[in-house]
């Protein structure tokens, strides 16, 4: 029972995928109470980015199918590269150092028991 209800999307999210996926792995197929437990005291900025996208996508299936939220869990999440960004940074001397901003598609599926 996979439904659009049941999953929550967050594009361009501020971290490189490596980074969102090694925080992903840790929670897939876990209840959601316990996942967003588990969120909420990692010390990575992607924790603190998927904790929302699981909060939302618990509150779409509760909200749109009155599913309880006890009964939930993340059947998988999805993390894809997103497009980067090339920036510079002066250095000394005259010259220029580039560097690139990583972003990340996530993508949280939930399940019901």
Request: charged residues 25%; glycine residues 4%; positive net charge.
């Amino acid at each position: 029972m996979t439904t659009n209800s049941l999953t929550c999307t967050l594009k361009y999210a501020l971290s490189s995928e490596k980074k969102m996926s090694l925080v992903a792995k840790m929670v897939a197929r876990k209840p959601v109470n316990e996942a967003m437990v588990m969120l909420q005291f990692l010390p990575k900025k992607a924790a603190k980015i998927l904790w929302k996208v699981v909060r939302s996508a618990t509150a779409n299936a509760h909200n749109n199918l009155g599913i309880d939220t006890k009964s939930l869990y993340i059947d998988r999440i999805e993390v894809g590269k997103g497009p980067t960004l090339r920036r510079v940074r002066p250095a000394g001397r005259s010259r220029m150092h580039g560097y690139v901003k990583h972003r990340s598609f996530v993508k949280v599926i939930l399940a019901t028991k």
